[in-house]
Nanobody, 127 residues
Framework: QVQLVESGGGLVQAGGSLRLSCVVSGRTFSRYAMGWFRQAPGKEREFVAAIGWRDSSTDYPDSVKGRFTISRDNAKNAAYLQMNSLKPEDTAVYYC????????????????????WGQGTQVTVSS
């Protein structure tokens, strides 16, 4: 049974930083592409960051590029999202997601690319 468990959310002032973690069990993590998405109240879930098997394959939307960094540690079955220079508009529930990939250099940015999801962690940025 696959499980994705996020942690690291919380309340932070604008300009601050948070690091989210996602620990995966029940999957061969080294073949598991990972992504982060977020959903603000009244809005659709949106793509935040993606990473393939290998750290070199990453992607971000313009809204977070240069501020957020996705990474992974295959030895710990974990993916991370380092969020710097946070803004009030970053306030949302953040979800990690994963999917098996046959391609080491491939990352995925669409919600329906992903098979497995965590329960979400709240990030609130105050102004």
């Amino acid at each position: 049974q696959v499980q994705l468990v996020e942690s690291g959310g919380g309340l932070v002032q604008a300009g601050g930083s948070l690091r989210l973690s996602c620990v995966v069990s029940g999957r061969t993590f080294s073949r598991y592409a990972m992504g982060w998405f977020r959903q603000a109240p009244g809005k659709e879930r949106e793509f935040v960051a993606a990473i393939g098997w290998r750290d070199s394959s990453t992607d971000y939307p313009d809204s977070v590029k240069g501020r957020f960094t996705i990474s992974r540690d295959n030895a710990k079955n974990a993916a991370y999202l380092q969020m710097n220079s946070l803004k009030p508009e970053d306030t949302a529930v953040y979800y990690c997601a994963g999917t098996f990939s046959a391609f080491s250099g491939r990352h995925y940015i669409r919600l329906d690319d992903y098979d497995d999801w965590g329960q979400g962690t709240q990030v609130t940025v105050s102004s």
